[in-house]
């Protein structure tokens, strides 16, 4: 197993755009709100926690290979 150090930021970040992603797919699931606004809801929230993972992803990995780099020097 691959150990990784991350910044209290990092896990932050990753914990809400996974909220996010969970919220737009429970709006739409749920029937809180009419079909329309549940609809424009859940694909946005969705949408957002979908995009901003791959910038925090390729972040993440860039750090690593950089530190792999490093201790290679």
Known sequence: MKERKLKLSDVALIATTRGMLGAGIGLLLSGKLNKDQRRA???ALVAVGAVTTVPI???LLDRVDDSRKLRAA
């Open 57 to 59: 992803l390729m972040n």
């Open 41 to 43: 809801a859940g694909w």
